[in-house]
């Protein structure tokens, strides 16, 4: 099964990179869960044509239980993928990790992996791994590669720095490893030699390079993906081509 | 408020399951919490703890390594105790702090057995479950680490699911594991020695106990049994381990009373040639106006035996436990209010449970049946042995 986290910095374009490779695997014929796992609980919309799905975390606080059900936690969007969100406490409130780890134990108790049997399963995760929680999903069993989405943007490299020696931290844990790093343009200053640099000096593999593409906003206004707006583009063909490539390791794996 | 008690007690955590349940195999057992948090657990609700020495520790968890995050701190406590005491195996449990923080006791163990070659593993708990939920797992942890399939007869891996062997009682003597037991509901080596005795006059073999006068060897030759005897819900998931991977049947009840210890003898003759699984207590039961107070397999066997031995109706009222309906009968209830509970009682005329059950059964005649994990210590000298002898406590 590919399992994969996707991290970096909050606003780079991790939950539109997540959407966009799920509904690429799903346009190749794979059956996937996207969880998105930050308290704004937006990484799936571009799946859902704007119906939103509700977070788990809403879900506790709306009817203070928890729920019993998959269907009452997780939509189905583009392509089949199931869509679920973890969501957040009250703003300014709670514990947003602990709310992670919540809906993961949540999640295991109602066998979603048993249930849906995906061939894939990618969580979209807030910005850092600034606590336990965030580290939840590159846990043994959970996601088993990382990919780090970064642009040229300093704080955008340094935010993935800190993601790369996290996970390199935890590596007597037998978690998750980094799989390399989705080179989301900015078009900033000789962006690409910052990207190959940093990449280089931390011995990590670009497996995408997504171009800043107007098509890509113009379907997330629509609340769509670049591959259900049109699959022939040449920026949903660099979400196939890594769809493609994480679902041929995976078979080799097999 | 529900679920909350207010007169009552309350059972022992899944944290002192842990403990219970792995007291005897030889392992170092350390629960993540605060310093002098363990202190509960050896006043209430180990009996064995002065007797018997066993390696139980707390990490000593205080509030700067929680948000410190500071696991390495604990590992290599971890791999300097371990060091030093060379046990047999490291299980790990966490106290609500941890489990509220997330820290990640599976990948703690990973690293510790990485360091130190120890067998390590983590067992789910929260410090707000039961003991029941803790043992469970405790158990089932271990099985699955220290289970040596390859001692076991070969008739009894799944895949050969056509046994030749029929046990009559007297050819062919059929190997009987008791799941399930602990002090926290058999509190006193007698119990242990009624039911190993039961097992042996019954003309079987004891092949292992999970987990009183135990060692890790019995866990290894677990799947050599040919049937399983799970005496308390805490055996459960372990049973239906063995039965799904091994294909070894097992057997719900306590052989309490006269009558119905019969019917558990039948019953793992019956299991053990047909490789089924049996509820004992299955048809033995009938609505009454006695009720019975406690864990669900204990408390049903009761009942069980009180109306074959007695001709007396008892319900089961589970006041811990998950709900078990495949033993508890539809007019049983599980409840775990005390309100409710306390409104409930009010039905019945008799009431059978421990001392501390009283303050909510004011004007009934109450039977007492001290529990462990309910009372501790407390009422322990007065806990009878109701374990195949005439049940004179009513």
Same mark, same amino acid.
Not at chain 2, 222 to 225: E, G, I, K, V
Not at chain 2, 317 to 330: A, P, Q
């Given at each position: 099964m590919i399992k994969i986290a996707i991290y970096g910095? #909050? #606003?780079? #374009?991790k939950s539109t990179i997540t959407s966009n490779l799920s509904a690429a695997l799903a346009h190749l014929g794979k059956r996937v869960i996207q969880i998105g796992c930050d308290?704004?609980?937006?990484?799936?919309a571009n799946l859902l044509s704007g119906n939103p799905v509700l977070p788990v975390m809403n879900y506790m606080r709306d009817f203070d239980k928890e729920p019993e059900s998959l269907e009452e936690i997780s939509r189905v969007g583009f392509g089949n993928v199931l869509c679920i969100e973890t969501g957040g406490p009250t703003p300014g409130l709670g514990c947003a990790g602990r709310g992670i780890i919540t809906t993961f134990s949540l999640l295991e108790e109602l066998n979603l992996f048993e249930k849906f049997k995906p061939d894939a399963v990618l969580y979209d995760v807030l #910005?850092?791994? !600034?606590?336990g929680g965030f580290a939840a999903p590159i846990r043994e069993g959970l996601a088993s590669k990382v990919i780090i989405v970064t642009s040229g943007e300093k704080m955008a490299l340094y935010a993935a720095n800190n993601i790369n020696s996290a996970v390199e931290n935890f590596k007597e844990r037998s978690y998750a490893s980094v799989r390399g790093i !989705?080179?989301?343009?900015?078009?900033?200053?000789n962006e690409e030699e910052k990207v190959l640099e940093f990449a280089k000096s931390h011995n990590l593999e670009i497996i995408a390079d997504i171009p800043r593409s107007d098509d890509i906003i113009r379907f997330e206004d629509e609340g769509k993906t670049v591959i259900e707006g049109d699959p022939s583009l040449d920026v949903s063909k660099r979400f196939l081509d890594l769809a493609k490539l994480l679902i041929k390791e995976d078979e080799e794996c097999k | 408020m529900n679920q909350t008690a207010r007169i009552i007690s309350i059972y022992a955590a899944d944290t002192s399951g842990v403990c219970s349940a792995l007291y005897e195999f030889g392992g170092m057992t350390v629960i993540h919490?605060?310093?002098?948090?363990n202190s509960t657990y050896t006043t209430?609700?180990?009996?064995?703890w002065y007797d018997k020495k066993s390696m139980m520790f707390i990490s000593g968890l205080t509030e700067k390594d929680a948000v410190m995050g500071n696991d390495d701190k604990f590992i290599n406590d971890l791999i300097i105790a371990a060091n030093e005491l060379n046990p047999k195996f490291i299980a790990l449990c966490a106290s609500p702090l941890p489990a509220m923080i997330g820290t990640d006791l599976e990948a703690i163990a990973y690293a510790v057995e990485n360091e130190t070659g120890i067998p390590s593993f983590s067992v789910k708990?929260?410090? +707000? %479950?039961?003991y029941i939920y803790g043992i469970q797992n405790a158990f089932l942890e271990l099985a699955k680490r220290?289970? %040596?399939? &390859?001692?076991?007869?070969?008739?009894?891996? &799944?895949?050969?699911?056509?046994?030749t062997v029929i046990f009559d009682n007297k050819t062919s003597k059929i190997k009987v594991n008791i799941l399930g037991m602990t002090p926290l509901d058999f509190p006193k080596k007698e119990y242990f020695n009624s039911l190993k005795s039961f097992i042996e006059d019954s003309? +079987?073999?004891?092949?292992?106990?999970?987990? +009183?006068?135990?060692?890790l060897c019995e866990v290894e030759n677990?799947?050599?049994?040919n049937v399983n005897l799970i005496?308390?819900?805490?055996?459960k998931p372990l049973g239906e381990y063995l039965y799904d991977k091994y294909n070894i049947p097992y057997v719900k009840g306590?052989?309490?009373?006269?009558g119905f210890a019969e019917k558990i003898k039948e019953s793992l003759i019956l299991s053990a040639n047909k490789k089924t699984c049996i509820d004992a207590t299955k048809d033995l039961r009938e609505k009454g106006r006695v009720a019975i107070l406690g864990e669900s397999v204990l408390s049903a066997s009761l009942a069980s035996a009180l109306l074959i031995d007695k001709g007396i109706k008892a319900d089961v009222?589970?006041?811990?436990?998950?709900?078990?309906?495949?033993?508890? &009968?539809?007019f049983d209830i599980s409840c775990d209010d005390e309100k409710i509970l306390e409104d409930t009682l009010k039905n019945f005329d008799t009431i059978i449970g421990d001392?501390?059950? &009283?303050p909510i059964c004011k004007g009934k005649n109450f039977i007492e049946l001290p529990h462990e994990a309910f009372?501790?210590?407390?009422f322990t000298k007065n806990s009878p042995n109701l374990i195949n002898t005439n049940i004179s406590i009513i």
């Open positions: 910095k #909050g #606003g780079i #374009g308290p704004k609980a937006d990484s799936t #910005g850092d791994v !600034v606590c !989705v080179f989301n343009r900015r078009n900033v200053l | 919490d605060a310093s002098g948090c209430h609700d180990e009996p064995r708990t929260n410090g +707000m %479950n039961s220290f289970i %040596n399939a &390859k001692s076991s007869s070969n008739s009894n891996i &799944k895949s050969n699911i056509e046994s003309g +079987m073999i004891l092949n292992a106990c999970m987990g +009183m006068e135990t060692s677990l799947a050599d049994a005496v308390s819900s805490s055996g306590v052989p309490y009373g006269i009222l589970e006041t811990v436990g998950e709900g078990d309906f495949e033993i508890l &009968k539809d001392p501390l059950f &009283k009372s501790g210590r407390c």
